[in-house]
T-cell receptor
Framework: EAQVTQNPRYLITVTGKKLTVTCSQN?????MSWYRQDPGLGLRQIYYSMNVEVTDKGDVPEGYKVSRKEKRNFPLILESPSPNQTSLYFCASSGESLPYEQYFGPGTRLTVT | EDQVTQSPEALRLQEGESSSLNCSYT??????LFWYRQDPGKGPEFLFT???AGEEKEKERLKATLTKKESFLHITAPKPEDSATYLC??????????FGRGTSLIVHP
């Protein structure tokens, strides 16, 4: 089954404690992205990757890091989380040819206290 | 800068009451306009991609249309299970897609 998986699904942590949210896709997609979704603000892209070792900033990259060492994995790293990073996070992947639609993971709900 | 505006923000319908959701957009070099469905607490689920003005796509009770400035998602005879947030997004020259804030649809039995 084609899918994007994320772990963990729920996470409560404290300010400043480094964390990593993993993302993996089994569709051999070139493109992968991270989004955060907040009430009233919609989906905002944090970082994206066009292929292995190729990443770039999205609209809201501050406070986040990513890496793409393998085509299937695209972890999101918060080195020093702060309360304003409390949000619902989604990983997505898509191919480089039409129809370009994105496949989204199930989401990670992060709370930083 | 690409922009997407969805209206209305929220829509309440009775079962069987057809209606339309609007997505107005500005984009440089449209590579695709996308509609997604999102259930509470879940990831968006792809519905349609439209590429050029005049194009239409259908899936069950949903029909998406596209002009040069806007897209409509028509819902015919909706059922309670159609209740969800519907997201519109555009992709232009860059890889960064721009999403609208969505329309929250509630269909009452």
């Amino acid at each position: 089954e084609a899918q994007v998986t994320q772990n963990p699904r729920y996470l409560i942590t404290v300010t400043g404690k480094k964390l990593t949210v993993t993302c993996s896709q089994n569709m051999n997609h070139e493109y992968m992205s991270w989004y955060r979704q907040d009430p009233g603000l919609g989906l905002r892209q944090i970082y994206y990757s066009m292929n292995v070792e190729v990443t770039d900033k999205g609209d809201v990259p501050e406070g986040y890091k990513v890496s793409r060492k393998e085509k299937r994995n695209f972890p999101l790293i918060l080195e020093s989380p702060s309360p304003n990073q409390t949000s619902l996070y989604f990983c997505a992947s898509s191919g480089e040819s039409l129809p370009y639609e994105q496949y989204f993971g199930p989401g990670t709900r992060l709370t930083v206290t | 800068e690409d922009q997407v505006t969805q209206s209305p923000e929220a829509l309440r319908l009775q079962e069987g009451e057809s209606s339309s959701l609007n997505c107005s957009y500005t984009v440089s070099g449209l590579r695709g306009l996308f509609w997604y469905r999102q259930d509470p607490g879940k990831g968006p689920e792809f519905l349609f991609t439209l590429y050029s003005a005049g194009e239409e796509k259908e899936k069950e009770r949903l029909k998406a249309t596209l002009t040069k400035k806007e897209s409509f998602l028509h819902i015919t005879a909706p059922k309670p299970e159609d209740s969800a947030t519907y997201l519109c997004a555009v992709r232009g020259g860059s890889y960064i897609p721009t999403f609208g804030r969505g329309t929250s649809l509630i269909v009452h039995p």
